[in-house]
């Protein structure tokens, strides 16, 4: 799955195209290194996106094309 889809999927970013920004901006780092809208991402990569002065590190547990809110923190775990 596409690292874009995966971040709106998941709930980590609200909308595909902010998180299609964020990666241009470069506030997006895929197992530490900046990564690219279109990066693949598995079971057990390390993503951390820059909110402002906040940083978000969570690793990926499971990838579902569609989920429901309440499942949605189940796809990854805070690190």
Do not use: H, P, W
């Not at 820059?50 to 989920?67: A, Y």
């Amino acid at each position: 799955m596409r690292l874009d889809k995966y971040l709106k999927v998941s709930r980590l970013i609200k909308r595909r195209t902010v998180a299609n920004e964020a990666c241009d901006a470069g506030r997006v780092q895929l197992n530490g290194k900046a990564a690219k809208a279109s990066a693949e991402v598995k079971i057990g990569d390390v993503i951390e996106i820059q909110f402002g002065s906040k940083n978000v590190k969570v690793e990926i547990t499971d990838i579902i094309e569609t989920t429901k809110k309440d499942e949605a923190g189940d796809m990854y775990k805070y690190v």
